[in-house]
């Protein structure tokens, strides 16, 4: 039966000075206890600091590799791998096109959106006015008539008499043109055109109404407001190619789709 | 090993990982630069630069003091990263009928002015990077619904509020039937006691600022083209 000598530096507190199991039981050794293993790192550090250092140095060397030569890991400025693509969705079909729409249908609901933003005001939700002050767009002969002359009411204003030789309280229609699009002039056009019961049935397309908002720069005195003798020239229908309301297009970009 | 030798090593060693992985990112990521439209591509100028306001802020605060970090994310991961792309609603629509395909990744925008990015630490609930827009869409889908049950006997009064179905969520998370199965807690406490008949009692402040935060989460606006991941963006011509 070996025992194992206490260790000389008894002035170290730790375990592992004493975790030999023959040598913590001392003088009460069992055969049990006897039988155990000798630990033989029992009296030596856990690991050389220098182990410790050197395996520090490997990660730092390592980390700053792969760094630069992958580009993005410490890239705290993009949070996306470097030429990311989407995947579809596995095993169904990812491209899901909506259903393609009548042009005059999606050009009146843009309309409308547009329509509460800026004419809402006075013209009121059903189109109608109010009678005294603002006068109605339902059935009247400009909104309902000629596109150029109604596109030329919309962007410069109105002052003075409108379409049935009455003044109305509110005296004139501000410009509306400020800001406006060719396309949503084309999408107000179209919705006055047809809603409140008005149907006309025709789309203004944005081709068209950016002949208007070239006819409305080209006047003489731009910022004044048209009236009912000035409007006498416009008495004509935008140029630009006709659209078949009826035109399939896709609801989102607006193009034409085939026909199935 | 002395005490001071210890002490060093582990500030050492702890110190270095935290300034490289929390200190830099941190000054890296706390000065956002907007991110610019081209013309060419975007069909529109100026920048993207979402910006946040009042009641939301005190509804993230909201949100982060009861916990809801802990079951709710708010991080849509990118296609090799998880599946969440594909989940129906949570990275937006894939067939919106106004805007078409409105689904995106979340992007470091989504969380700014927020004290902390709240992208939560598991999903035993759903994402709520969009859930604005989802509670929209179900409230047009119930009213729509009801519209056409109830027909001249609907009026708009009727209405449901996407707000209302939060409210209802949050005072009881299983008042809806087919949601029985929630494990998500009750903050019956940031409302009213319930009078007679009130399925919903009346909110509290705090019930309704966590409320506007939650009608906030609509993470799937139009991004530039430089932050578009689809692969049928716009590429100009």
């Keep these: ?260 | 090993m002395t005490l001071r030798f210890f002490t060093l090593g582990m500030t050492a060693s702890f110190g270095t990982a935290w300034l490289f992985a929390v200190v830099l990112p941190f000054f890296k990521t706390i000065e956002l630069k907007p991110v610019p439209y081209v013309e060419a591509v975007d069909e529109k100028t100026g920048v993207y630069f979402p910006k946040r306001t009042g009641q939301i802020t005190n509804g993230a605060k909201v949100y982060s003091q009861n916990g809801c970090y802990v079951c709710h994310t708010q991080v849509v991961r990118p296609t090799y990263a998880g599946n969440d792309f594909h989940r129906d609603g949570w990275a937006g629509f894939k067939a919106d009928p106004d805007r078409g395909d409105t689904r995106r990744e979340s992007n470091v925008f989504d969380y700014q002015g927020e004290e902390f990015a709240q992208i939560g630490l598991m999903r035993i609930g759903p994402d709520l990077s969009n859930v604005g827009s989802r509670m929209e869409k179900k409230a047009i889908a119930a009213n729509t619904a009801k519209k056409e049950s109830l027909g001249d006997a609907w009026s708009d009064s009727m209405k449901v509020t996407p707000e209302s179905l939060l409210f209802s969520h949050l005072y009881n998370p299983r008042s809806n039937v087919s949601m029985r199965w929630s494990t998500c807690p009750s903050v019956a406490f940031m409302f009213e006691e319930p009078k007679a008949g009130e399925s919903v009692p009346t909110s509290k402040p705090d019930a309704r600022a966590l409320v506007g935060y939650l009608m906030s989460m609509k993470k799937n606006d139009a991004v530039p083209a430089s932050m578009n991941y689809s692969a049928s963006k716009p590429t100009g011509k």
């Design chain 1, 1 to 260: 039966m070996s025992q194992d000598s206490p260790s000389p530096s008894s002035s170290r507190p730790d375990l592992d000075e004493v975790i030999n199991v023959t040598t913590a039981h001392g003088s009460q050794a069992t055969a049990a206890a006897a039988r155990e293993y000798r630990n033989p790192g029992a009296d030596k550090e856990p690991l050389s600091i220098a182990a410790f250092a050197l395996c520090a140095v490997m990660l730092i060397v390592g980390g700053a590799v792969l760094g630069k030569t992958s580009g993005a890991l410490f890239d705290y400025q993009t949070s996306i791998k470097p030429n990311y693509i989407r995947d579809k969705a596995p095993g169904v079909a990812d491209d899901v096109a909506l259903p393609p729409k009548p042009i005059l249908d999606l050009y009146v609901k843009k309309g409308q959106s547009l329509y509460s933003a800026k004419c809402n005001g006075c013209h009121g939700a059903d189109g109608k006015g109010d009678g005294a002050n603002y006068p109605s767009l339902v059935g009247s002969a400009w909104s309902t008539g000629h596109t150029e002359r109604f596109s030329q009411v919309i962007l410069n204003g109105l002052q003075g008499p409108t379409s049935t030789g009455k003044v109305y309280g509110a005296g004139v229609m501000p410009a509306q043109g400020g800001g406006m699009s060719a396309q949503d002039l084309a999408y107000i056009m179209t919705f006055i055109r047809n809603s409140f019961g008005n149907t006309v049935g025709d789309v203004v397309t944005a081709e068209m109404a950016q002949a208007a908002l070239d006819l409305a720069a080209k006047r003489p005195n731009p910022s004044a407001p048209v009236t009912a003798d000035e409007l006498k020239q416009y008495e004509k229908d935008l140029p630009g190619e006709k659209v078949d309301p009826a035109t399939l297009v896709d609801p989102i970009t607006l193009q034409p789709v085939a026909a199935k």
